[in-house]
């Protein structure tokens, strides 16, 4: 029962996303093709609120759940790490038409092929814990 805020907050965060047009392919597509300034302004709102977030974080002033700091560890310089990732995931973005955060909005929509992203990107989490003490640090 002490969870059922962070449910709401996840209903709430997919009907923002619904009404937003974000989980739209349409609006995913007019960005890839530079037509449209839509979700250049939805990202940028996210990434300015993350930035706020983060200091909040890290000035102690937003606590977890059980009242404890939340510990921001120091980003690890690189640029070839950041290139890589930034590359898998803006392809596999391009190429499904959705990013992770709207997948369950998406198959609340009904579009079932999303199942197939989602078996997927679940997959991919399991083999990435499998392999992230091998990989280069």
Known sequence: MKYIKFLIV???????????????WYRIYEMFKFQS???????GSAVGIGVILMQLFKRGIIKD?????????DKKKGF??????????GLGWALVG???GPIFVLIGHGAVSILIVLLAAVLGAFIYGLLAKKLPS
């Open 10 to 24: 996840g209903i709430l965060f997919g009907i923002i996303l619904s009404k937003s047009e974000v989980v739209s």
């Open 80 to 89: 070839i790490r950041t290139f890589v990732g930034g590359s898998i995931f």
């Open 98 to 100: 959705a990013c992770p």
């Open 37 to 43: 300034f839509h979700m250049y302004g939805v990202i």
């Open 65 to 73: 759940f059980q009242g404890n700091p939340i510990k921001v560890k």
